[in-house]
């Protein structure tokens, strides 16, 4: 069967309603990384503030793994950890029905404080989860063998409410052409080569880091710090902010249309040059979507590449595709 689940866009992430053991939780579906974690009543009421929190002992379908913990710290330095058990997990349709699902029992202050998510939803490979003593397998991969399709999309608006589907590609999604990279999954992540990118139409080689992962977790777009620096060598006013974490400018800048290759296919896919501010931080300075990776090996391509183009991620023969929409 096929499924879909409306995130509610977030400034900078995208919940879907997700129901486990009964209890509806609003999760932060991301490619970037594998482990299903929630908000639970182990949690200080401090912590869980006015998040949803999953109480297993009200769960009739609950089971345990004794001994079982993970902890997990992601990209942007947040993070959690907990214990482990197994139940029902239901998106929109499907279900699986023995799914790991990892109890916080500690959360960093970001995921405190972001009120809009009760916690994650990995949708990348499971050799990246980190439970111990076995990593378990993400909801797409316990479902996959029940999917007409093996693929799930990503449908990321910017203000409207996006789209994930699980088991079809929805067609009328899509305009053109669907451009498909194979993945590399031996980093666990939906990993694909990229090697040029595009300032105001031009295209230029890559001189560093020659990959990027599709992560749905990640609000910017990380590029390479060199083509970071050469994107806003373009963009008049522009500094690297210590303290605002990274590359300003003057609201009133003229900014460029910048691009990134996908796979070594060619194809470039673009963001206007007006779609590339992230927030303003105040005194008329804003904060540019397209920030340097800080000297790691992949670039990480976010929400705010993503929202731009309707995504497949396909688990049969390990690729990515995306399309103008
Ligand atoms: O952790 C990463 C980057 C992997 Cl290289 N993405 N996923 C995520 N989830 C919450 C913040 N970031």
């Known amino acids: 069967g096929e499924v879909s689940a409306t995130p509610e866009p977030n400034e900078s992430e995208y919940l879907s309603p997700v129901s486990i053991g009964g209890q509806t939780l609003n999760l932060d579906f991301d490619t970037g990384s594998a482990d299903l974690w929630v908000f639970s009543t182990s949690l200080s009421s401090s912590s869980i503030g006015q998040h949803a929190a999953f109480d297993p002992s009200k769960s009739s379908t609950w089971e345990d793994y004794p001994g079982a913990s993970w902890q997990i710290m992601y990209g942007d330095g947040s993070g ?189 896919a673009t963001i206007p040059g007006s779609d590339i501010t992230f927030a303003e931080v105040g005194q008329g300075t804003c904060f540019g979507g397209v920030q340097g990776n800080g000297g790691g090996g992949i670039q990480i391509f976010g929400d705010v590449l993503l929202k731009q183009y309707f995504a497949v991620f396909n688990g049969g023969n390990e690729s990515f595709g995306i399309a103008a929409k």
Not at 81 to 109: L, N, P, Y
Not at 192 to 213: D, E, L, M
Not at 220 to 228: Q, R, T
């Open 80 to 268: 959690a950890s907990g214990t482990v058990g197994f139940d029902v997990v239901e998106i929109g349709g499907a279900t699986a029905s023995r799914q790991a699902v990892e109890i916080a029992t500690k959360v960093s202050s970001s995921f405190v404080s972001d009120e809009n998510n009760d916690g994650l939803l990995g949708l990348g490979f499971s050799k990246i989860n980190t439970i111990e003593p076995q990593p378990q397998k993400t909801f797409f991969e316990s479902i996959l063998p029940k999917l007409d399709q093996p693929v799930f999309t990503a449908d990321l608006e910017d203000d409207a409410a996006g789209t994930y589907e699980f088991g079809r590609i929805d067609t009328t999604k899509y305009t053109g052409t669907l451009h498909v990279t194979p993945v590399d999954s031996s980093n666990g992540f939906w990993e694909f080569a990229s090697t040029a990118y595009s300032i105001g139409g031009t295209t230029y080689q890559n001189s560093g880091a020659s990959t990027a992962i599709a992560d749905t977790g990640t609000s910017l777009l990380l590029v390479d710090d060199n083509v970071a620096q050469a994107f806003y060598a373009q963009v008049q006013g522009s500094q690297l902010s210590r303290t605002a974490g990274g590359y300003v400018y003057p609201c009133s800048a003229q900014v460029p249309d910048f691009g990134v290759q996908i796979g070594s296919s060619g194809f470039i």
